[in-house]
């Protein structure tokens, strides 16, 4: 910490304890986007702002099961300490916690000062300044949808929907919601001020959106972060389970992450936005939208990046299966809302709830930067209803297709940094691997009686 940090520091001391917090949670995002933390008590701040706090490396490369992978850098390097020091600018309250802040952590590699490998901040931020080079702002406005259980004891999963009410798609209310855990929800996360705009029921029974305002993409990704954490959070104070993962139910829908992405100009005009251009898109927005489906393979193993995550893809899902765009057409992967103007924007439907929010915003970014600087124009936008195999080609069938096409796709790979990539290849296929020697619930059932 240097002599310029002091005063601030003592400022933010200040406040936490006018607002009666003694204690920050400092948290960051893993590989996989869960947020991983440490409690400080705030008189101890400023030794963890100016010395960090010591994490091992190996976090990054933990599975949920709590297995540590054999990335390069962990397990063979002796397990060495990445080192996380508070961003004071990020502090807030948490609302459901008295007496408790949250704030997000830088992390570096003690060894060369510079950010660890694998952190999904700073790969995003890398892909930011290529942008920069070309005069490019992306701002990026994010919705996720997640599932709300409770718990179901003598269920196969211990869980169930809460509640399992059909047919109340877009509702909000007692309808399908009866003791209101939206409006509790929203009210909380508005009070952690992290651009919280609207929610509603979804599609199937215990499925709800919430949607973020846009903002500079850094921003966006941090406060898809947030939110995530939070909502999981304020589920389990309720003895209930909030869910991101893609399909949760065989019975029952996907739950998605779609980007709405544009760019501003260097005089922050949105670059997307030209009246008299095709479709009245610019043609920057036209390359942008060129390279994120030509790229679509590799980026659906960052935006789809779990085993569970291609059982929600399909004919008929709502969900993207093909690799194509089209004008307010929602059954295509690419969406173009019909605003114009300020508003000129793709909506990307790819992306599923699992996806970590760096990695997803970071790959849509690269793949249409890569776009723009190839200058080339999309195909003709998708006619009608989509899922038709004639009209497109269809996307990766499995999590190890989407990552060989990632690993494949040397424009992306370089552009997201080969360190960066190789650490993720290797942690997702032995996800992939472990899952292959899994024995499941469906195959005991289809198999063990009759065979």
């Not at 360190?419 to 195959?443: A, G, P």
Request: net charge negative; with cysteine; glycine share 8%.
């Amino acid at each position: 910490m240097s002599a310029s940090d002091t005063p601030d520091i003592h400022r933010h001391m200040e406040r936490l304890a006018a607002e009666g917090v003694d204690v920050v949670r400092v948290i960051y995002p893993d590989l996989i986007g869960t947020d991983r933390a440490r409690d400080v008590l705030v008189e101890h701040l400023p030794s963890a702002r100016e010395h960090g706090l010591a994490f091992c490396r190996a976090v990054y490369h933990t599975s949920p099961q709590g297995d540590v992978v054999p990335v390069a850098g962990g397990l063979d390097a002796g397990l060495p300490d990445v080192t996380v020091r508070p961003d004071l600018s990020t502090l807030a309250p948490l609302p459901w916690e008295p007496g408790v802040a949250t704030c997000l952590g830088e992390v570096t590699d003690p060894a060369t000062g510079a950010p660890a490998p694998e952190s999904p901040r700073d790969l995003l931020r890398t892909v930011l300044a290529r942008c920069a080079e070309r005069g490019l702002r992306p701002v990026v406005g994010p919705e996720l949808e997640y599932f709300l259980l409770e718990p179901a004891p003598g269920t196969p999963t211990g869980w169930r929907r809460a509640p399992e009410t059909t047919g109340a798609v877009y509702t909000a209310g007692l309808r399908a919601d009866p003791d209101n855990h939206l409006l509790r929800t929203l009210r909380q996360l508005r009070d952690l001020d992290i651009g919280v705009i609207t929610g509603n029921h979804e599609f199937d029974g215990g499925q709800y959106e919430i949607n973020l305002t846009h903002s500079d993409a850094l921003d966006a990704a941090d406060r898809s972060f947030r939110f995530k954490a939070a909502v999981k959070e304020l589920a389990r104070k309720e003895g209930r389970l909030a869910t991101f993962m893609a399909k949760p139910f065989t019975d029952a829908g996907g739950s998605g992450f779609h980007l709405h992405l544009s760019c501003d100009d260097a005089e922050r005009r949105n670059a997307f936005d030209d009246p008299a251009g095709v479709y009245g898109l610019s043609a920057t927005a036209r390359h942008a939208v060129a390279g994120i489906v030509a790229h679509a393979p590799a980026l659906a193993a960052l935006a789809n990046p779990t085993v569970n995550s291609y059982k929600r893809f399909g004919p008929d899902t709502l969900a993207p299966w093909l690799i194509d765009w089209g004008l307010d057409n929602r059954s295509a992967m690419v969406r173009i809302p019909p605003e114009r103007g300020e508003g000129a924007r793709v909506e990307l439907r790819l992306g599923d709830a699992s996806a970590n929010p760096y990695l997803i915003v970071a790959g849509t970014i690269a793949a249409a930067l890569l776009g723009v600087q190839a200058g080339e124009e999309p195909p003709a936008p998708l006619e009608g209803y989509g899922y038709d195999t004639a009209k497109s080609a269809v996307l990766p069938a499995d999590l190890s297709a989407a990552l060989d096409a990632l690993e494949a796709d040397t424009a992306l790979t370089d552009l997201l940094g080969k360190d960066f990539v190789t650490s993720f290849l290797t942690y997702k296929r032995n996800e992939v691997e472990r899952f292959q020697r899994h024995v499941t619930d469906w195959e005991f059932t289809e198999y063990a009686y009759h065979l």
